[in-house]
């Protein structure tokens, strides 16, 4: 009786194996930094099957990160990829690095992030994958520096995506220059802003609560939540503040939870859930 239940569990293992997401990583020349960057491609079990095309969700990762962190930190190693399969989804996680906040660096050549991503990462994976290769077929996220990015990049460049979410989003760069962090701002964004690190107004002309006017203009679906005990709430409640004093139709959701692995893998879902529906209404699902 061992010897079956053994057998047994060994074909499930196999027979369940079989029928998973793969994940590629995915080598990317970067002409605008002149090197080569890294992202993870989830590709869903029904990918290898067939000719058809699938719509792709660019996931980015936080400060202090790099590109395979969404398959490495969540408590349940396997939640980008059961995604992928239940949503039959493409998921991108290009490479950020530590502090480039997805921006173009006005000083430094080497952080050149929003260039890579929109015109080396977005193009790489449409001539290399069977994408969607149109805004309807593309969303974006991110959690805490990703979030940031998520709608920094989809507010300047809605020709290239239909939704965009945020999770724990550094929303407003300019506590940076709390005073208390003066000295670890000079660290961290002094390659990023050089001799203007600490004027405010530098951090202004990034932030994503200073593109509201944009998220009006584009009336792209966006969705975002924070932890109720995440340092970043009330820059992620202004926004919201912000959205509804100005018509701005989107949705945001506060739940239980911190600025933690457990809480993002917690709100993916929603996330991936809310693009489906988009997807599904202009046809890319």
């Known amino acids: 009786m061992k010897k079956h239940v053994f057998v047994l569990g060994l074909l499930l293992l196999i027979v369940t194996s079989s029928f998973a997401a793969k994940v590629d990583t995915l080598q990317i020349a970067s002409k605008s930094m002149n090197k080569n960057h ?6 869903p079990n029904s990918y290898a099957k067939g000719s058809t095309k699938f719509p792709v969700l660019y996931l980015l990762h936080g400060a202090y990160g790099h590109f395979r962190d ?3 930190k969540t408590p349940n190693k396997n939640t980008v990829k ?9 998921i991108v996680m290009p490479e ?3 502090f480039s906040f997805y921006l173009d660096s006005p000083v430094n050549s080497e952080s050149q992030f929003e260039t890579h991503i929109i015109k080396e990462v977005i193009p790489t994976i449409d001539a290399t ?11 974006i996220t991110g959690l805490s520096m990703g ?3 998520a709608f920094y990049l989809s507010s300047k460049h809605p020709e290239l995506f239909c939704a965009s979410g945020s999770m724990s989003g550094a929303l407003d760069m300019s506590v940076m220059l709390h005073p208390d962090r003066i000295e670890a701002t000079k660290n961290l964004m002094m390659p990023i802003f050089g001799d203007a690190t600490l004027e405010p107004e530098t951090y202004l002309r990034y932030s994503v609560l200073t593109k509201v006017e944009l998220f009006k203009k584009n009336q792209m679906p966006i969705y975002f939540d924070c932890g109720v005990d995440d340092f970043l709430i009330e820059p992620n409640r202004e926004l919201h503040r912000r959205l509804v004093y100005n018509d701005v ?8 939870g911190a600025h933690t692995w457990e809480y993002w893998e917690n709100a993916l879902p929603y996330h991936v ?12 699902l």
């Open 38 to 43: 890294y992202a993870a491609v989830v590709t």
């Open 273 to 284: 859930l809310f693009f489906s529906k988009i997807l599904k209404s202009n046809g890319s």
């Open 129 to 139: 994958y069977r994408t969607i290769a149109s805004k309807n077929g593309r969303v």
């Open 70 to 72: 969404w398959l490495k």
């Open 82 to 90: 059961d995604l992928a399969d239940q949503y039959n989804i493409i």
């Open 96 to 98: 950020g690095e530590m």
């Open 147 to 149: 979030g940031h990015g």
């Open 249 to 256: 139709p989107h949705e945001y959701t506060e739940r239980p």
